[in-house]
């Protein structure tokens, strides 16, 4: 897989300030700092997937807190509650993750070193972590490196996958990324669309976001329904139990 897997992105007008002559340097700095500063960031979306055969839709709950302590939480609603499909929570070198299924309930925690082999229906949220809401995102707090055309940019995750963001000429506003991840089996590649960006405070945030890993057949269109940035997070967001 590579990007030529996601459909061509399209050239609608952009909500980023149109951009003049600039140099690679500034070119790099300035995508740096549309992710800098970021500490907290809560957000509800509306995902649905397609994993293999298996097809659906579920909300999800997301808590950030810098650097790199992430939780997702997915639940479906019925008449009278909402239960939770999976729990994951990231802290730092640590995981734990809780799934509610035809099994019954199940937890299971441990290193993340071990997470994204594990467990592939849930790899991409603990590889991409930041760069989901945050495109252009390095682990490192370094600038990108920047191609010769100022439109092709690379950084480091802070899961170790190696990023290439791709971004319209005109604004700098990435639309697409390939996600290069290195284990003893090979490279496993990932693809992120990013679209319908809108100004959330100081940041631009993608409000649709495509990811696809078709290593193991997983496609997922999320709708960013409500995001904030740099407010405090709700009492309990990392607390163990879901």
């Keep these: 897989m590579s990007c030529a897997s996601l459909p061509p992105a399209s050239q609608a007008p952009s909500p980023f300030p149109a951009l ?7 070119r790099a700095q300035l995508v740096q700092s549309r992710t800098t500063g970021v500490q907290t960031l809560a957000a509800t979306l509306a995902v649905s997937y397609t994993i293999g055969k298996q097809h659906g839709t579920f909300d999800m709950v997301v808590n950030y807190a810098a650097p790199g302590v992430l939780r997702f939480t997915a639940f479906k609603d019925t008449l009278l509650s ?10 730092g070198e ?4 809780y799934t509610h299924g035809d099994a019954g309930e199940q937890t299971y925690e441990g290193s993340v070193q071990q997470f ?6 849930f790899r991409t949220f603990f590889l ?5 809401f945050l495109p252009g995102f390095d682990g490192q707090g370094q600038p990108p490196r920047v191609n010769a055309s100022g439109t092709r940019l690379t ?22 990324a ?3 991840w290195q284990t003893g089996e090979g490279t496993i590649p990932l693809g992120l669309r990013y679209q319908d960006y809108r100004q959330v405070g100081t940041y631009y945030i993608p409000h ?6 078709r290593r193991v057949g997983f496609t997922a269109h999320s709708v960013v329904k409500q995001v904030d940035i740099n407010v405090p997070l709700a009492p309990g967001a990392f607390d163990v139990t879901p």
């Design 155 to 176: 950084t480091r995750l802070r899961s170790g996958v190696n990023a290439r963001w791709f971004a319209r000429a005109d604004t700098l506003e990435i639309t697409q």
């Design 128 to 132: 991409l972590g930041e760069a989901f």
């Design 94 to 97: 640590k995981y734990r993750v």
């Design 208 to 213: 649709r976001v495509t990811v696809l890993d």
């Design 82 to 91: 909402a239960s939770i499909l999976f729990d994951l929570l990231l802290t």
């Design 116 to 121: 994204a082999q594990a467990y592939p229906t």
């Design 20 to 26: 003049r002559d600039l140099a690679l340097a500034d």
């Design 178 to 180: 390939c996600f290069r």
